[in-house]
C-alpha cells in the first residue's frame, strides 16, 4: 500500500512528548529539498551548496532528505548575515 505523504508523520514525533500538538502540524515543519529551494528563492542545487556547507538536514537513506525548516532559518541567521552597500550617490 503506498501512502501519499513520503515522511511517515507517527514517525516524527511522539503523542506523549507533544500532547497539544497534532502529528500534521510537526511534519509541516519538516521539508524536502524543493521547500527550501522555494522558501529561499534558490535553486535545488544551491540547496545541495548549503548542505555542502554545513546545513542542518535528517538523512533518510542514501538519497531521501528532510531538513526542519526552523532549524534552516537558524543557520542562515547563524552563518549569513546582510550588508548594505554604500550609497552610489556619494551622499553621506
Request: aromatic residues 6%.
Amino acid at each position: 500500500m503506498r501512502h501519499s505523504c513520503p515522511v511517515n508523520i507517527h514517525r516524527l514525533t511522539k503523542p506523549e512528548a507533544n500532547p497539544g500538538q497534532s502529528a500534521l502540524a510537526t511534519a509541516a515543519r519538516y521539508g524536502d529539498k524543493k521547500d527550501v529551494a522555494a522558501m529561499l528563492g534558490l535553486s535545488r542545487r544551491s540547496v545541495d551548496n548549503l548542505m555542502a556547507k554545513g546545513c542542518p538536514y535528517l538523512a533518510l537513506g542514501k538519497r531521501r532528505c528532510r531538513f526542519d525548516m526552523a532549524e534552516v532559518r537558524a543557520w542562515l541567521a547563524d552563518n549569513f548575515h546582510v550588508q548594505r552597500r554604500a550609497s552610489r550617490g556619494g551622499v553621506s
